[in-house]
């Protein structure tokens, strides 16, 4: 098949090496070896942000909608709008990122969710993983399983990416 157009790699799906989600087909991509790839299932529709997944439940992030998957994208459901860009999952832990709209944590595999408190102005989420977020105006990290973030002192403005147990997300 020919290569997918993908509009950013993303976490990996389960059993996945990377993930290439492609806009063009609605479809997310398993990349397990360079020069192959394989669908996995039908994504929603939407201009695509981030990817999260850990085990069967997966977090899809798109400019208008947050969509939420506890069957390794076999169906979605609609959780939350708003321009979410950054999105993390671990087991039934999920985190969410809406640009100037703030942080959003589930603990029940996106079932339900919980706005989380930040510190004034930190709501330009550009990465997250469990225990960590990066914004414009530098690194968040919790001591109470999400419900409240504070600011990590000496970090510079700006974490664009953050590594955890050597992936990147």
């Keep these: 098949p020919a290569a997918p157009h993908p509009s950013r ?14 806009a063009r087909q609605r479809s997310s991509r398993r990349v397990p070896s360079p020069g192959s790839w394989q669908a996995l299932a039908s994504v929603p529709q939407g201009c695509f942000r981030d990817l999260a997944a850990s085990g069967p439940n997966l977090l899809w992030a798109t400019e208008g909608q947050l969509y939420v998957s506890t069957d390794t994208g076999s169906t979605w459901r609609a959780a939350i ?9 671990e087991g039934n832990d999920e985190y969410a990122g809406a640009w100037s709209q703030g942080l959003y944590v589930s603990k029940n ?5 919980a706005k989380a408190a930040v510190p004034a102005g930190d709501t330009q989420f550009e990465a997250i993983i469990p225990g960590y977020a990066a914004t414009l105006l530098g690194l968040l990290e919790t001591g109470d399983s999400g419900k409240t973030w504070t600011r990590v002192a000496g970090i510079p403005n700006r974490a664009p990416h953050l590594r955890h147990l ?3 997300i």
């Design 9 to 22: 790699a993303a976490s990996p799906p389960p059993h996945a090496d990377l993930s290439a989600p492609d």
């Design 81 to 89: 709008q708003g321009r979410f860009t950054a999105v993390a999952v």
């Design 109 to 113: 595999a996106g079932h339900s969710w």
């Design 166 to 168: 050597g992936r990147n």
